[in-house]
């Protein structure tokens, strides 16, 4: 098996981040410092990452957390913010979140210990939809919804056309759910911002097939077993 598929397995890391740990030197295998993606490993191999053995866990957790605004998805922050990682300490195996949310932004975050997973859904090629929900002021037109669901310029690349629908239209701010399969930097934000739209509140309502529904705010519920047999029939 090839090592970021193990390190994948074993919980550290989604393959793509396994690999950039590989690269950093923090693996070893069998006492030898390992940076060669097509590295293999066999069972009874020794792989340590930063000095702490690892092993291929039994037990995949999945869940559906309704992140709130104010919290940063990352394992630890420098400035000292509160993470969503710090709510799930105490479950027995190390899990990560599929992806990001905005500090300022909140909704549906998946996280697990299932490596795999979190690659395949990661993974461009596979376009894995996110349906956002933002509420946004200024004038909300149809050249400038023409314009978001044709693809705008960002970093002087344009974006994939987006699914986007207008679901409330006021005088002061609108309320619009934006479907797109890329993940770029704040991209549902500054798409908007693009057109000459100011996101004011953004909220994440669904990613691939699963949907946030009722869940309540800062709190969070194992998958059901037909949501996971979805992910793993659409994902593998």
């Given at each position: 098996?090839r090592?970021?598929?193990?390190?994948?397995?074993?919980?550290?890391?989604?393959?793509?981040?396994?690999?950039?740990?590989?690269?950093?030197?923090?693996?070893?295998?069998?006492?030898?410092?390992?940076?060669?993606?097509?590295?293999?490993?066999?069972?009874?191999?020794?792989?340590?990452?930063?000095?702490?053995?690892?092993?291929?866990?039994?037990?995949?957790r999945?869940?559906?957390?309704?992140?709130p605004?104010?919290?940063?998805?990352?394992?630890?922050?420098?400035?000292?913010?509160?993470?969503?990682?710090?709510?799930?300490?105490?479950?027995?195996?190390?899990?990560?979140?599929?992806?990001?949310?905005?500090?300022d932004?909140?909704?549906?975050?998946?996280?697990t210990?299932?490596?795999?997973?979190?690659?395949?859904?990661?993974?461009?090629?596979?376009?894995?939809?996110?349906?956002?929900?933002?509420?946004?002021?200024g004038?909300?037109?149809?050249?400038?919804?023409?314009?978001?669901?044709?693809g705008?310029?960002?970093d002087?690349?344009?974006?994939?056309?987006?699914?986007?629908?207008?679901?409330?239209?006021?005088?002061?701010?609108?309320?619009?759910?934006?479907?797109i399969?890329?993940?770029?930097?704040?991209?549902?934000?500054?798409?908007?911002?693009?057109?000459?739209?100011?996101v004011?509140?953004?909220?994440?309502?669904?990613?691939?097939?699963?949907?946030?529904?009722?869940?309540?705010?800062?709190?969070?519920?194992?998958?059901?077993?037909?949501?996971?047999?979805r992910?793993?029939?659409?994902?593998?």
């Open positions: 098996m090592l970021q598929k193990y390190l994948a397995q074993c919980g550290v890391a989604s393959r793509r981040h396994a690999e950039e740990m590989i690269a950093a030197g923090q693996v070893t295998v069998n006492g030898l410092t390992v940076t060669e993606m097509g590295a293999q490993v066999e069972d009874g191999d020794a792989v340590f990452v930063n000095g702490k053995r690892v092993r291929p866990q039994t037990t995949m999945y869940i559906m957390y309704h992140k605004a104010g919290e940063v998805t990352t394992a630890s922050d420098p400035e000292g913010r509160k993470t969503v990682l710090s709510h799930f300490e105490g479950m027995g195996v190390r899990l990560f979140p599929v992806g990001r949310l905005d500090y932004s909140e909704g549906l975050l998946l996280l210990n299932d490596g795999e997973l979190t690659n395949r859904m990661l993974h461009p090629r596979n376009e894995v939809d996110k349906t956002y929900l933002a509420r946004v002021s004038e909300l037109t149809n050249e400038a919804l023409r314009q978001l669901r044709a705008v310029v960002l002087e690349r344009r974006t994939a056309p987006a699914r986007v629908r207008v679901t409330r239209l006021g005088e002061e701010f609108s309320y619009v759910t934006v479907t399969h890329e993940g770029r930097n704040r991209q549902v934000r500054r798409m908007f911002e693009a057109v000459g739209l100011k004011l509140a953004l909220k994440r309502i669904g990613f691939g097939p699963l949907e946030l529904g009722d869940l309540p705010r800062g709190k969070w519920r194992e998958l059901t077993q037909e949501e996971r047999e992910l793993r029939t659409l994902y593998e």
